[in-house]
C-alpha cells in the first residue's frame, strides 16, 4: 500500500498562473481532505469530500476549487495564484474516525 | 464550534527527562482523540488514538491519556530521546466521524 500520495512535492508560480494539486489514495477510503499548513495557524480545512463526486468547503475555501471524480483522487485547484497561497499543503484520507495524510506539496507564489 | 488548545507552543528538555504534552478541546461530544508526530517538512504520522471511552493507550514509551469530561488530554513521553524531537499535533474527532479539529502543535526539542 501506498498510502495517501501527493503530486508535485514542491512548486513555484507566479501570481495569476494556475495549478492543480493531486491526492491520491489506496485504502478505498470515503474521506478525503485538503489543508493548509502555515506559520503559527495550525492546519486549517480548505475543502473536503464525504464520497465520489461530492465535495464540501472548509474553513479557508476562497481561491481554491476541488474535484473528486474517482474515489481514490481527490484534486485541488488554483485558478489564480496569489502570494496568499504560499503554503504548505497537506491531503488525509479517512475511512471514518481517523484521518491518513500524505507526505504534502510546498507551494511558493511570487 | 470545537476549539482545539495545545499548551505550551514549544518545549526543551535534556535527553532522559520525562515530559507531559497537553491538548485541550472546548466541545466534549468527540468521538475519538488522535496524537500526531510532524518532522520538519513532513507529512502527519499517527502516533495514538484514543477512543472516547478510554482512558488510556499506549504504545511504547507513549501514554495518551483523556478525560472527555474536562475536555484534556496528555501525551507522556517516557525517557525522551533527541530523535523525539519533533511537532506534536492533537486532533479530535466529531461525532459523525468525518469532522476533525486540530491543535497548533507543541514543537519538541531534546537536547543530547
Known amino acids: 500500500n501506498a498510502g495517501v500520495t501527493q503530486t508535485p512535492k514542491f512548486r513555484v508560480l507566479k501570481t495569476g498562473q494556475s495549478m492543480t494539486l493531486l491526492c491520491a489514495q489506496d485504502m478505498n477510503h470515503e474521506y478525503m481532505y485538503w489543508y493548509r499548513q502555515d506559520p503559527g495557524m495550525g492546519l486549517r480545512l480548505i475543502h473536503y469530500?464525504?464520497?465520489?463526486?461530492?465535495?464540501a468547503k472548509g474553513e479557508v475555501p476562497d481561491g481554491y476549487n476541488v474535484s473528486r471524480l474517482k474515489k481514490q483522487n481527490f484534486l485541488l485547484g488554483l485558478e489564480s495564484a496569489a502570494p496568499s497561497q504560499t503554503s504548505v499543503y497537506f491531503c488525509?484520507?479517512?475511512?471514518?474516525?481517523?484521518?491518513?495524510f500524505g507526505p504534502g506539496t510546498r507551494l511558493t507564489v511570487t | 464550534k470545537q476549539e482545539v488548545t495545545q499548551i505550551p507552543a514549544a518545549l526543551s528538555v535534556p535527553e532522559g527527562e520525562n515530559l507531559v504534552l497537553n491538548c485541550s478541546f472546548t466541545?466534549?461530544?468527540?468521538?475519538?482523540l488522535q496524537w500526531f508526530r510532524q518532522d520538519p517538512g513532513k507529512g502527519l504520522t499517527s502516533l495514538l488514538l484514543i477512543q472516547s471511552s478510554q482512558r488510556e493507550q499506549t504504545s511504547g514509551r507513549l501514554n495518551a491519556s483523556l478525560d472527555k469530561s474536562s475536555g484534556r488530554s496528555t501525551l507522556y513521553i517516557a525517557a525522551s530521546q533527541p530523535g523525539d524531537s519533533a511537532t506534536y499535533l492533537c486532533?479530535?474527532?466529531?461525532?459523525?466521524?468525518?469532522?476533525?479539529?486540530f491543535g497548533t502543535g507543541t514543537s519538541l526539542t531534546v537536547i543530547p
Open positions: 488525509a484520507s479517512s475511512p471514518g474516525f481517523e484521518q491518513y
Open positions: 486532533a479530535v474527532c466529531g461525532s459523525t466521524g468525518n469532522q476533525f479539529y
Open positions: 469530500s464525504v464520497g465520489e463526486g461530492t465535495t
Open positions: 466541545d466534549s461530544a468527540i468521538y475519538n
